[in-house]
């Protein structure tokens, strides 16, 4: 099956500099998949030294056809889990706010049988509740 790592593994892996999960490239025959909103996350994040890391790994995923953007229906779905979330948790606004992100990944990887793997439990989890979400924390297979 399919994984994406989430801002969080990548974030990890610049630290280390980690350059095989860098390169898009995983233990195994896995393939890598690339979210156009965690590329966002780690642009928004990022030291000018590492955006030629993010260039290539942009450029690996996306030249094998391998990156998620969310669709209208990913929108609309995040928006209706955020809302369903709220429901249940009682998140204020500013929390729903914090988890767009998160809910968007969440929906494009659910909607393309996509393995999400993450640091983010406690998000992910809760998540998970209201989205078929494939997902684990651990990065090794």
Do not use: H
């Not at 790592?5 to 995983?26: C, H, K, M, N, P």
């Not at 391998?66 to 990913?74: A, I, K, Q, V, Y």
Request: glycine share 8%; proline share 4%; net charge positive.
């Amino acid at each position: 099956m399919p994984v994406l790592f989430d801002s969080s593994i990548y974030i990890t892996a610049l630290r280390l500099r980690d350059v095989e999960l860098l390169q898009g490239r995983w233990l195994g025959e896995t393939p890598v998949w690339l979210s156009s909103v965690v590329v966002e996350e780690l642009y928004a994040g990022a030291k000018q030294k590492d955006f030629r890391i993010l260039e290539k790994l942009e450029r690996d995923l996306g030249g094998a056809n391998r990156t998620l953007t969310p669709s209208f229906e990913d929108w609309k779905r995040a928006g209706r889990i955020l809302a369903k979330m709220g429901e249940r948790y009682g998140y204020e606004q500013i929390g729903r706010a914090r988890l767009v992100n998160d809910a968007l990944i969440a929906a494009s990887a659910s909607r393309n049988g996509v393995t999400l793997i993450t640091a983010n439990r406690r998000d992910f989890a809760r998540l998970a509740e209201f989205c078929p979400l494939q997902w684990r924390t651990n990065v090794s297979p």
